[in-house]
Nanobody, 124 residues
Framework: QVQLVESGGGLVQAGGSLRLSCAASGRTFSSYAMGWFRQAPGKEREFVAAISRSGLSTYYVDSVKGRFTIARDNAKNTVYLQVNSLKPEDTALYYC?????????????????WGQGTQVTVSS
């Protein structure tokens, strides 16, 4: 069992930055690939970024490439999402998720554990 707790969200102006964190408890954090997803009001939850178990491979949805960076610290059982150059359309509840497998990291249904989310609101 893995428990995930996100933090770092907030209200920022367009062009601003935040660093989202997701702390994991439980065993063997390094055994899980990690992903970030987001859900805006009235929309479906969508993939944002993912990172392999080792941290050597990262994946992004096209809309955030060059602006968002995912990273992990296996010694601290934490995954991060640095979000820069924020736009109003980035406003959403951001979730982290853990997957025991190595494939399908952009697929919502592939993940085994989810956090409760942290809200990011970008004002224009």
């Amino acid at each position: 069992q893995v428990q995930l707790v996100e933090s770092g969200g907030g209200l920022v102006q367009a062009g601003g930055s935040l660093r989202l964190s997701c702390a994991a408890s439980g065993r063997t954090f390094s055994s899980y690939a990690m992903g970030w997803f987001r859900q805006a009001p009235g929309k479906e939850r969508e993939f944002v970024a993912a990172i392999s178990r080792s941290g050597l491979s990262t994946y992004y949805v096209d809309s955030v490439k060059g602006r968002f960076t995912i990273a992990r610290d296996n010694a601290k059982n934490t995954v991060y999402l640095q979000v820069n150059s924020l736009k109003p359309e980035d406003t959403a509840l951001y979730y982290c998720a853990a997957r025991s497998g190595a494939s399908g990291l952009s697929q919502l249904g592939s993940y085994d554990y989810w956090g409760q989310g942290t809200q990011v609101t970008v004002s224009s």
